[in-house]
Nanobody, 118 residues
Framework: QVQLVESGGGLVQPGGSLRLSCAAS????????MGWYRQAPGKQRELVAR???????NYADSVKGRFTISTDNAKNTVYLQMNSLKPEDTAVYYC????????????WGQGTQVTVSS
């Protein structure tokens, strides 16, 4: 089991920045990948960014160059630095952890609201 607790969401003006944090209940050394997803009203949940245990990253095309995913292994925390925010970034952001053993396990945080509006 992995419990994930997100923080850092809120209201920001277009062009502003936010940093989301997600603290995991177990060491990243036992987790294969951490990621951030988002879901806007009326839309499907989509991958925003992911980082693997080997530190490989991938991003949605819509956020490349603006968002950065990173980890602090000592704190078992993954971050999403979001810059140059746009109204279309408004969504609930979810932290995700993937643990691969014989079976693949997906774990989710409770979500944090990000609203980009003037």
């Amino acid at each position: 089991q992995v419990q994930l607790v997100e923080s850092g969401g809120g209201l920001v003006q277009p062009g502003g920045s936010l940093r989301l944090s997600c603290a995991a209940s177990r060491s990243f050394f036992s987790i294969n990948a951490m990621g951030w997803y988002r879901q806007a009203p009326g839309k499907q949940r989509e991958l925003v960014a992911r980082i693997t245990s080997g530190s490989s990253t991938n991003y949605a095309d819509s956020v490349k160059g603006r968002f950065t995913i990173s980890t602090d292994n000592a704190k078992n925390t993954v971050y999403l630095q979001m810059n140059s925010l746009k109204p279309e970034d408004t969504a609930v952001y979810y932290c995700n952890a993937i643990v691969v053993r014989v079976t693949t396990y997906d774990y989710w945080g409770q979500g944090t609201q990000v609203t980009v509006s003037s």
